[in-house]
Structure formats: C-alpha cells, structure tokens
C-alpha cells in the first residue's frame, strides 16, 4: 500500500497515484469520458428551445435528451463505483452542459 501524490495532468489537482488513471484525476476522467454525450445533450437541449420558440412539438426531442442523459449517468456509473460520487459527478456534467442548475429525479 505505498501511493505517492501527483497532480492531474489536466487541471493540476494534486491527487494520490493510487486514485489517478494515466496522471488524471476522477473528474477529468468523467469529464473526457461523457465529453461526446454532453455535445450531443447540449446539441438537442439548443433544438429544442428552437422548436419550443417556433411552437414545434418538443415531446420526441425531450425523449432523446433524457435518453443521452441516461447514457451519461451509465457511463459515468462505470467509472465511479461510489454511488454518492457518481450522482455527484452526474449532476455537475449535467449542470454543465445545461448551464444551470438541475435535480436529478428519483436518485
Ligand atoms: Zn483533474
């Protein structure tokens, strides 16, 4: 059990090696990993304010953002086998790709 500390190559947090994957801390790594889902939400969260705006029926692409939402949530559940950590995770890659704030139901 020896684990020295190391910063993350990407944002500099100081980490212990025994936590970092390829010198990169939790969250970069969470971060990389959803990286095309987030696109991808932020890509249908943008046409559906434009449909929403033009009074289009928004139902279907509401279906496909909560449906990328999922696989963010499953993506990132792989990654952090601490449940607390993974909602925590989710919500933030949530936030950001919403751009405000948002509660994550029946978690
Ligand atoms: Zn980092």
Known sequence: MSSILIFCK???KQISSSEAREQLCLDC???????DLRDEHARLWRKRERY????????QIGRQIARV?????ARIKEMVPNER???????RE???ARGQTYTIKGV
Do not use: I
């Open 10 to 12: 990407s944002c500099g």
């Open 29 to 35: 790594r969470v971060r990389s990993s959803v990286a």
């Open 69 to 73: 939402e999922d696989r963010m949530g």
């Open 52 to 59: 929403r705006s033009a009074q289009a029926n928004v139902e």
């Open 85 to 91: 950590q993974a909602v925590d995770l989710l919500r």
């Open 94 to 96: 949530l936030e950001a």
